[in-house]
């Protein structure tokens, strides 16, 4: 069974930076394609970013480009979301999930819990 | 941006009762449509993908079906543990986007 697990959310400044992390176990992590989204509180999931298995392509939900940017060590079953220029909409819980399909985003099959991201001054 | 519009936002619902829930997109998606659960302080868990495709371990009460723009999540026979926030997901184009949800309480 996929286990995900993020870390690194906290409170920020608007303006500031954060680096989250999402440790994968209990599947191929470099054959598959992972995406994060985010949730804010008492609302719908919206989705952030994806990057192929291998890193070579990656999207990005169009208000967080130039601000964020997804990267992943396959080496260490790692995925990342560098979050700069942080504003108070992006306050929310994020969460890693995997694709079924390694190549283009497909369905999101398992989730990790969460970190929460508060920008807040 | 493909928009999916879910109705109700909300319905409370007696155990045993059939439950329908549906999501309108606002241009065809095929069967690029997944349905979620998500359960209070938890993550959200999938329990159907490709608009009628069944998951494993998921419960058999749960079922899906639609092509095209309209698609429809049904819960045969509710139970107390299906309370829950369902949402539907389109991977047709990017960004992927989420309906708004249907918060199911049980009474």
């Known amino acids: 069974q996929a286990q995900l697990v993020e870390s690194g959310g906290g409170l920020v400044q608007p303006g500031g930076s954060l680096r989250l992390s999402c440790s994968a176990s209990g599947f191929s992590f470099s054959l598959y394609g992972m995406h994060w989204v985010r949730q804010a509180p008492g609302k719908g999931p919206e989705w952030v970013a994806f990057i192929r298995f291998d890193g070579s392509t990656k999207y990005y939900l169009e208000s967080v480009k130039g601000r964020f940017s997804i990267s992943r060590d396959n080496s260490k079953n790692t995925l990342f979301l560098q979050m700069n220029s942080l504003r108070l909409e992006d306050t929310a819980f994020y969460f890693c999930?995997?694709?079924?399909?390694?190549?283009?985003?497909?369905?999101?099959?398992?989730w990790g819990r969460g970190t929460l991201v508060t920008v807040s001054s | 941006e493909i928009v999916l519009s879910q109705s109700p936002d909300f319905q409370s619902v007696t155990p045993k009762e059939k439950v329908t829930i549906t999501c309108r997109a606002s241009?065809?998606?095929?069967?690029?449509l997944h349905w979620y659960q998500q359960k209070p302080d938890q993550s959200p868990e999938l329990i159907i993908k490709?608009?009628?495709r069944s998951i494993s371990g998921v419960p058999s009460r749960f079922s899906g079906s639609g092509s095209g723009t309209d698609f429809t999540l049904t819960i045969n026979s509710l139970e107390a543990e299906d309370a829950a926030t369902y949402y539907c997901?389109?991977?047709?184009?990017?960004?992927?986007?989420f309906g708004q949800g249907t918060k199911l309480e049980i009474k």
């Open positions: 241009q065809s998606i095929d069967n690029l």
């Open positions: 997901l389109q991977s047709s184009s990017l960004p992927l986007t």
């Open positions: 999930a995997k694709d079924e399909s390694p190549r283009a985003y497909s369905v999101l099959d398992q």
């Open positions: 490709f608009a009628s």
